[in-house]
């Protein structure tokens, strides 16, 4: 059983904004994505930034509407097809973990109000003295206090404000946490002890998690399985010890690459084209639909590359099995 199932699944954005922008150019920021996540699993989405892994999930919350293709929730509701009462009850059980703690919490609110104003509106409303309690408890279990609830986020550092997140996440008892770079920001040490955290959290609840971020080596720690994204389309998924052992597509050997040296997966050598990934798209609706959407910064990419568009294909077979989009591999 899936706990979410993503199918074919597109978003794009005009190229162009204000009264005067041109129509009929875009971004296609989602391009025909399909993925799933079982029960207790780890499924990372990786690619460097623009790459569509935030659109992506923030698609799967509904906070942007889809274009086309299905998020199947269990197995059985159509997010896309639920209307409000019915999203509210979903949004109970996917919660939202943002990268900028500092951001995504009001700092005019103590801790006991952030974790407990969007509580008190839920259909999960145990009452006052029951959610503070609860409150109190949750605060413990990712290493806080509870004296620790009166408390403003300005007085806390980084990671103990992503920790309070994560803690705001978990007090409905959600079915899958989506966790949106919530280690890019912080120091490398704080970054093990966030990981360490959220590890311990899904072991004891059982819980599923989408992890988002752009460090395959971090993702490949924490996560089951990965999907590496390119400019709004999966270019390889597979197991995370599979992916780090034999990875096939060029461009995710790229990310690991810069991975290993401290570098924007732009500027590695080696025969890789250098430069920023380009992310917009062909104005004829197609998405950059007649080529591999990597052909221009691949070492590999021959004439095919640029003439047509790979498929998805299987090449290790098994559950969960390899796949890849790529010509050459």
Known sequence: MSVIQVSNLKKRFNLEAGFFARFGRYVYAVNDVSFSIGLNETYGLVGESGCGKTTTARLLVRMYEADSGDILFQDTANVRDMGKRELKRYREKVKYVF????????????????LLSGYRWSSLWPGRQEALREAAAIMEEVGMTPADLERRPAEFSGG???????????LMQPDLLICDEVVSALDVSIQGQILNLLLDIRKRRNLSFLFIAHDLKVACYFCDRIGVMYRGELMEEAPAAELYRTAKHPYTKRLFSSAAYGLDAGTVSGGIIQGEADTRTTADGSGGSGCCSFADRCPLAGQECFTEHPEMREITPGVPSHKVRCIKA
């Open 99 to 114: 990268q900028d703690p500092a951001r995504s919490l009001n700092p005019r609110m103590s801790i006991r109000e952030v």
């Open 160 to 170: 103990q404000r992503q920790r309070i997140s994560i803690a705001r996440g978990l």
